[in-house]
């Protein structure tokens, strides 16, 4: 009988060993969670923001046909009589993304160069009418039409 008696002492303490290590832990446990900090927090989840509009384009494109299927580097006016009025009809195509208004300037020295009013919206094209006004004085001269937006 003393064997069986030893074997339950043993086993007796040795639950009491577990049982006081597992209240020891829990305490740990415990006073752990009882030292922890919460700190409220708030977030706003949101859409980004939509990305920003292309950058303004203004390009545009002069053609000799209401077409588009001949590109023009340049305008041939020919010969023009003294204090005479021609007139050249181009089109032009605004190939950007904004519209546009679109101005006549040159730098002609033996009379005028005008163009008629015209405004584009993206994709648009029209008929532009170039007038040019020779001067009273005959002469041979090259010149410049600028056709731009305005």
């Known amino acids: 009988m003393k064997k069986l008696f030893d074997y339950a002492t043993r086993s007796k303490a040795a639950i009491i060993a577990t049982l006081a290590v597992l209240f020891v832990a829990s305490t740990v446990v415990l006073a752990a969670s009882l030292y922890a900090v919460s700190i409220p927090s708030h977030v706003n989840v949101v859409n980004p923001p939509p990305p920003p509009p292309p950058p303004a384009d203004y390009t545009i494109s002069v053609w000799a046909d209401e077409a588009l299927t001949t590109q023009l580097t340049d305008v041939e006016w020919g010969d023009v009589y003294t204090g005479s009025v021609t ?64």
Do not use: M, R, W
């Open 87 to 150: 007139t050249k009809i181009v089109y032009v195509k605004n190939d950007g993304n904004q519209t546009v208004d679109i101005e006549v300037t040159s730098n002609c020295t033996s009379g005028t160069v005008t163009g008629s009013a015209l405004n584009l919206a993206p994709g648009a094209s029209g008929a532009l009418t170039l007038t040019l006004t020779a001067g009273a004085t005959p002469a041979d001269n090259s010149f410049s039409v600028n056709i731009g937006s305005a």
